[in-house]
C-alpha cells in the first residue's frame, strides 16, 4: 500500500498553517466576532510542540482563540506512521463530557468541524504547560486540589456509580471505536519497554538497566497483569493521556487539555498518569539544580503534591458517593436502597474497598508510564531538558528502579504518603 493511500483523508479536509488557519475562522462569524478587527490584523502562529497534532494559537484585536486540528499521521515519527483523523471525533466527546461534569477545569469549546479533524477553543493565558513548569521550579499552589476535583468529578460521573448500566454501555460502545489510540498506549506502554522495539531509545549510559528491563519475567508479568485492567477494566471514561504536559496552569487555575486518547477504561490509569509525571519531575529535579542541594525542597514539595492530590481526589469521590440517596440514585452499583436504613453505615466499606482498588490500579499504571518514558519511544522534557548527560542518567536511573519496585512490589505503597516517603528515601 502506497503512503498516499495509507494517508487518505475525507472529502473536505485540508491540513492548515498559520495563513489557512486565518481564511478559516474568517469564514466562522462568531468566532470572528470574537477575534474582532480584520483579518489583516489577525497574529496566527503554529505552537504544537506534542507527538501529534496542529495547534495555532490566533490573536485579534478583541480576542483569541486556539485551534487545534489532527494531522492523519504521528506527527512525532512522520507519514510513515498513519493515524485515523477520527481521534479528533472522541476528543470532541471527550471534552463535552468533561465541560459537562468538570467545567472549571477545561478549556471552552467554541467550534467542531469533523471533517477537518479541528477544534475551536478558548485560548488559554497567561496558563503555562504544567511540566515546564515543573522543570522551572515554579510552585503552583491549587494544581493538586484541582486535579484531584477534576480526576474525581470526571471518573465519577461516567462511572456505573451515576450513570445507569444501559447508559453506560451504550457510552462505552461509543468510545469503544477510538481503537487506534488505545492501540497506541498498548504498545508504547505495556509491551515495546520490554523488548527491543524498532522505535525505542534511552540516554546512552542506560544499556545495562534496559537489557535488564527486557529479561525481567517478573517484570514483564507484572506490566501484562496491568494491560489486562487497561483492556478490560471499562470502569469509567478515562482522558487518557493525562500527564503534566497535558495539563495548563496559572497560580489559581488549571485545566486539562488533550483527551483523544480518551475511552472508557479503569480510573487508576489517569490518576497514575498524573501521579508518574510528578514522580519523573521529583527525580529531575537534582538534574536542574544550579548547584547541588537547590532543589531539595522544591522535590519535597511535588511529593506532597501527590499525597494533596489523592486525598482531594479520595475526598471529592466520596462526597458524590454519598449525596447518592433515593431521590437521586445514580446509578445501578452500590445502589441506595441496599443500603438504607439498619445498614446504612455498610456503605464506608464499601467505599474504602472501591478507594483501594484504585490506589492498587493508580501505583501500577503510574510505575509502567514513568518506565514509558525512560526507556520507549516518546520521551519527557524532565529528563531530557538535563544538559549533563551524566547527571540525566542518574536522575533517569534512580527513576527507573523506583519504577521497577512500584510495579512489582506496590502492595507495599499503600497510602501516597508512604509512596512518598519510599519516593524521598530512593
Request: proline share 5%.
Amino acid at each position: 500500500m502506497t503512503a498516499a493511500l495509507k494517508l487518505a483523508t475525507p472529502k473536505g479536509y485540508t491540513a492548515l498553517n498559520p495563513d489557512t488557519v486565518k481564511d478559516y475562522l474568517a469564514a466562522l462569524p462568531e468566532i470572528a466576532k470574537k477575534l474582532g478587527g480584520k483579518l489583516a490584523e489577525w497574529q496566527s502562529r503554529e505552537v504544537g510542540d506534542g507527538n501529534l497534532n496542529l495547534v495555532f494559537i490566533i490573536k485579534g484585536k478583541d480576542g483569541s482563540v486556539c485551534v487545534k486540528q489532527a494531522l492523519p499521521y504521528v506527527r512525532l515519527v512522520g507519514e510513515s506512521w498513519p493515524l485515523p483523523l477520527s481521534r479528533a471525533h472522541f476528543e470532541h466527546l471527550a471534552l463535552e463530557a468533561e465541560a459537562t461534569f468538570a467545567p472549571a477545569y477545561v478549556p471552552a469549546s467554541y467550534h467542531y468541524d469533523e471533517a477537518m479533524a479541528l477544534t475551536v477553543m478558548e485560548y488559554l493565558s497567561p496558563h503555562i504547560i504544567l511540566r515546564k513548569g515543573l522543570i522551572r521550579g515554579i510552585k503552583y499552589p491549587n494544581v493538586a486540589k484541582h486535579l484531584g476535583e477534576f480526576l474525581a468529578l470526571t471518573l465519577f460521573h461516567t462511572s456505573d456509580l451515576h450513570l445507569s448500566a444501559e447508559e453506560k454501555k451504550k457510552q462505552i460502545a461509543v468510545f469503544a471505536a477510538n481503537t487506534a489510540m488505545c492501540k497506541i498506549s498498548e504498545d508504547l506502554i505495556f509491551d515495546e519497554p520490554y523488548f527491543e522495539a524498532p522505535m525505542n531509545r534511552h540516554t546512552p549510559g542506560l544499556e545495562d538497566i534496559a537489557k535488564s528491563f527486557r529479561a525481567d519475567a517478573v517484570l514483564k508479568t507484572a506490566a501484562q497483569e496491568m494491560k489486562w485492567r487497561f483492556m478490560n477494566a471499562t470502569e469509567a471514561l478515562i482522558h487518557g493521556d493525562l500527564h503534566t504536559g497535558s495539563v495548563m496552569v496559572t497560580e489559581t487555575d488549571t485545566r486539562a487539555i488533550d483527551p483523544e486518547f480518551a475511552f472508557y477504561g479503569p480510573m487508576g490509569f489517569d490518576v497514575g498518569a498524573v501521579i508518574a509525571n510528578l514522580l519523573l519531575a521529583y527525580f529531575a529535579q537534582s538534574g536542574h539544580a544550579e548547584k547541588h542541594g537547590a532543589r531539595n525542597a522544591y522535590a519535597s514539595w511535588i511529593l506532597e503534591q501527590i499525597v494533596v492530590l489523592w486525598e482531594i481526589f479520595a475526598a471529592t469521590f466520596t462526597k458524590l458517593w454519598k449525596e447518592r440517596d433515593a431521590a437521586h440514585p445514580g446509578g445501578d452499583v452500590y445502589a441506595p436502597r441496599l443500603y438504607g436504613g439498619e445498614s446504612g453505615n455498610a456503605i464506608n466499606p464499601a467505599i474504602r474497598a472501591r478507594l483501594e482498588a484504585i490506589w492498587n490500579d493508580t501505583l501500577g499504571f503510574a510505575a509502567l508510564k514513568m518506565i514509558r518514558r525512560i526507556l520507549g519511544l516518546a520521551h519527557v522534557e524532565d529528563m531530557e531538558a538535563i544538559p549533563d548527560v551524566s547527571l540525566r542518567v542518574a536522575c533517569e536511573r534512580k527513576a527507573l528502579t523506583f519504577a521497577r519496585k512500584l510495579l512489582v512490589e506496590h502492595k507495599a505503597y499503600g497510602t501516597p504518603q508512604v509512596l512518598a516517603q519510599k519516593a524521598m528515601a530512593s
